[in-house]
DNA sequence: CCCGCTTGACAACAATGTTGTCAAGCGATT
DNA sequence: AATCGCTTGACAACATTGTTGTCAAGCGGG
């Protein structure tokens, strides 16, 4: 059984060293929306994996010189595109069935035609 | 006729008041690639309305707070976008046409097995 | 010849992001 | 109960970035 990788898991100080960053750091991306941890009922962040790949995301797109509104921006067109491309390959699948379908039809049609 | 909109028309002092930013700034766009407006023979600036149009794009992204990186890394999953939804729309019409192809030739043999 | 623009270079200044420090609070261990 | 180690949020220091302004030098048209 795999593990949930939205899990929360890592407390403020384990997650920044497992990103190498600092603790304040991770709390600011929290407060400008860029990272969500879960929280306890005592209000302590809990990072699952999938924070912790973001974090690492931001770390790359800041890495190359971006500030924190354009790693925003970037971050939101990147899964736009992924959802996009998630989308049309759905579509494609469909019209294909479609067309497959289609094509039998005209086939059964063609053969009962020529008995 | 309609006007080339790649044609180089306004010297620096004017794309600026047409873009309503600073020369100074329109040339350190140029330095960090974001803009590349022709030059006549005497090195002068010449920028085009398609510059135009690219500076005003620049001032709407670093007007929501982006930085030049930002801009920069903006623009070019834009125009990857771009570029890949032309792509796709090729790709569905070319398919279109030879499943059009397909039932048509599955229809004459349909009604030539009739006969 | 001079005026008005251009060129690139440098400085001033505000804004941004990271890091560090602070006091206060909570929970587990002693 | 006292202490230790973490958490919380807030504030300051600091380097970096982007815009604006100023500068000297050069070119072309009136």
């Given at each position: 059984m795999r593990r949930d990788s939205s899990e929360p898991l890592y407390v403020i100080s384990v997650a920044a060293?497992?990103?190498?960053?600092h603790?304040?750091?991770l709390r600011m991306y929290e407060r400008l929306g860029l990272v969500k941890p879960a929280r306890t009922e005592n209000n302590i962040r809990l990072?699952?994996?999938?924070?912790?790949?973001r974090c690492r995301q931001i770390q790359r797109l800041t890495g190359v010189g971006l500030n924190l509104a354009?790693?925003?921006?970037v971050l939101e067109l990147l899964q736009r595109m992924e959802t996009m491309r998630r989308d049309l390959e759905e579509e494609m699948e469909r019209r294909e069935e479609e067309l497959a379908r289609e094509i039998q039809r005209l086939r059964r049609e063609a053969a009962t035609a020529r008995r």
């Open positions: 060293k497992l990103v190498d960053m603790p304040q750091t990072y699952s994996d999938e924070d912790i790949d354009g790693v925003e921006m």
